[in-house]
């Protein structure tokens, strides 16, 4: 983010929107949007708030796997095979169809 780019009043957002929507769509960087000084709203176009989500869900998926990783080293985990025997036993599902 570069301050002098990137913060603006609402005032000039609503004042020069096609400007700020050219940026945003240019730089893939949000825009802070500051209501009387202080910083109030971030806008961000589309395509970089997709990826923002994606990053998100690799970093969920990550700290699981982890979390798993950690879980088998304290040997507090089961095998598959049990457990899925254990659960389709404890759901009346049969093994092989």
């Known amino acids: 983010m570069k301050l002098t780019r990137d913060i603006h ?9 096609a400007k700020l929507v050219r940026q945003l769509k240019k730089t893939g ?5 500051t209501v009387n000084g202080k910083a109030e709203l971030v806008v961000q176009d589309a395509e970089s708030y997709q990826k923002l989500l994606e990053a998100k869900d690799r970093m969920e998926a ?6 798993g990783l950690e879980s ?5 985990g089961k095998p598959a095979e049990k457990f899925f025997r ?3 036993a404890e759901k009346g599902i049969p093994e092989h169809e």
């Open 62 to 67: 990550i700290e699981g796997i982890k979390r």
């Open 72 to 76: 088998m080293k304290r040997n507090a």
């Open 29 to 33: 960087q949000p825009v802070v949007l």
């Open 9 to 17: 009043s609402l005032s000039t957002f609503k004042r020069d929107t």
């Open 86 to 88: 254990e659960f389709f």
